[in-house]
């Protein structure tokens, strides 16, 4: 397997990864044409973030996209972990944790955190998370759509 930065040629499939996503952890559907713009449009545009996957034989079979939050509290990023998808068939096999460990390297010492959120019925994902070492934060997440 071998972990790296993804490419333009990767937003299809990443795209697709999110659809699937999206309906597993909130059973949501969200469209594929606004999903893959979205994709690309990160891609595009490292300031925004980037996407770290996991590759084997040629298929992208794990992913995790990478925003940031500047805290003036602290002086330093925050890493929000977003999109974390690993396909079926390699879940449990630590794929993600590798993930998360390439992104903490990636790191260093200029972020203070890696941050995520997950819906609250998505008992699988929380459970992943403990594993890899991620502690509920005593937050809650509020939006306003625009």
Request: hydrophobic share 45%; net charge positive; aromatic share 12%.
């Amino acid at each position: 397997m071998f972990l790296r930065m993804a490419s333009m040629g990767d937003a299809e499939k990443i795209a697709k990864n999110n659809v699937m996503l999206a309906m597993e952890s909130e059973n949501s559907e969200i469209n594929y044409e606004d999903t893959l713009k979205g994709v690309k449009e990160l891609i595009k545009h490292s300031e925004k973030g980037f996407y770290v996957v996991a590759e084997e034989n040629g298929e992208i079979i794990g992913q995790v996209m990478v925003t940031y939050e500047w805290s003036d509290w602290r002086g330093m990023d925050m890493w929000w972990l977003q999109s974390i998808y690993v396909s079926k068939k390699w879940r449990r096999k630590g794929i993600m944790k590798m993930l998360i460990e390439k992104i903490k390297k990636m790191a260093g010492n200029n972020v203070f955190a890696l941050r995520l959120y997950v819906h609250e019925s998505n008992g699988n994902a929380i459970e992943a998370y403990k594993k890899v070492g991620m502690k509920k934060m005593p937050y809650f997440i509020f939006s306003m759509e625009m």
